[in-house]
T-cell receptor, first 114, second 114 residues
Framework: AQSVTQLGSHVSVSEGALVLLRCNYS??????LFWYVQYPNQGLQLLLK??????LVKGINGFEAEFKKSETSFHLTKPSAHMSDAAEYFC????????????FGTGTRLTIIP | DTGVSQNPRHKITKRGQNVTFRCDPI?????LYWYRQTLGQGPEFLTY????????KSRLLSDRFSAERPKGSFSTLEIQRTEQGDSAMYLC????????????FGPGTRLTVL
């Protein structure tokens, strides 16, 4: 079965510093991959997705992620953190065999230090 | 595009009572999904619909849970004889139904079972 692992349930970075949130998937066939952000008391908002086109995917709010098949990874980065980036981030995978359910990681809570 | 809406946003009930949640998807979306999110975890898939047909149900969806989408538009999720373990955020999402299509999430219904 597909699984998604997010290393680090809590990450703190200073405002203006690099943000790196880690995500690894377990699948012999690369799935479709997604990063979602969840602000308090809100639903999930899509940041970006990988669908086997370009391996470097750019998303909203200055975020990007790079798909690395050899490492089974899809880490999320942002060059310069902003206070408004404080939220919970979820990595998710969707099998490309027609199974329509997203499998989510356990999430990473990002705190920005002023 | 008014987004996915869910009602109620919060529900507090006593153990043993029945509850029903409603989800209104984005109007042109023919796929509708239900997920459950407990504290500190990522969302877990419950079930999904293609128009009015329920195509997949998770093992998490016990006999006390039932979901419907009678006219292929809004959906309801009912929990009978609620238990304290049912306390969670119930998320609804919708999509166009194309391969690797983005699932757009609603704000969720937070259920507390006393």
């Amino acid at each position: 079965a597909q699984s998604v692992t997010q290393l680090g349930s809590h990450v703190s970075v200073s405002e203006g510093a690099l943000v790196l949130l880690r995500c690894n998937y377990s699948s012999s066939v690369p799935p479709y991959l997604f990063w979602y952000v969840q602000y308090p008391n809100q639903g999930l908002q899509l940041l970006l997705k990988y669908t086997s086109a370009a391996t470097l995917v750019k998303g909203i709010n200055g975020f990007e992620a790079e798909f690395k098949k050899s490492e089974t990874s899809f880490h999320l980065t942002k060059p310069s953190a902003h206070m408004s980036d404080a939220a919970e981030y979820f990595c998710a995978a969707l099998s490309n065999f027609g199974n329509e359910k997203l499998t989510f990681g356990t999430g990473t809570r990002l705190t920005i230090i002023p | 595009d008014t987004g996915v809406s869910q009602n109620p946003r919060h529900k507090i009930t006593k153990r043993g009572q029945n509850v029903t949640f409603r989800c209104d998807p984005i109007s042109e979306h023919n796929r509708l999904y239900w997920y459950r999110q407990t504290l500190g975890q990522g969302p877990e898939f419950l079930t999904y619909f293609q128009n009015e047909a329920q195509l997949e149900k998770s093992r998490l969806l016990s006999d006390r849970f039932s979901a419907e989408r009678p006219k292929g538009s809004f959906s309801t999720l009912e929990i009978q004889r609620t238990e304290q373990g049912d306390s969670a955020m119930y998320l609804c999402a919708s999509s166009m139904g194309l391969a690797a299509d983005t699932q757009y999430f609603g704000p969720g219904t937070r259920l507390t079972v006393l």
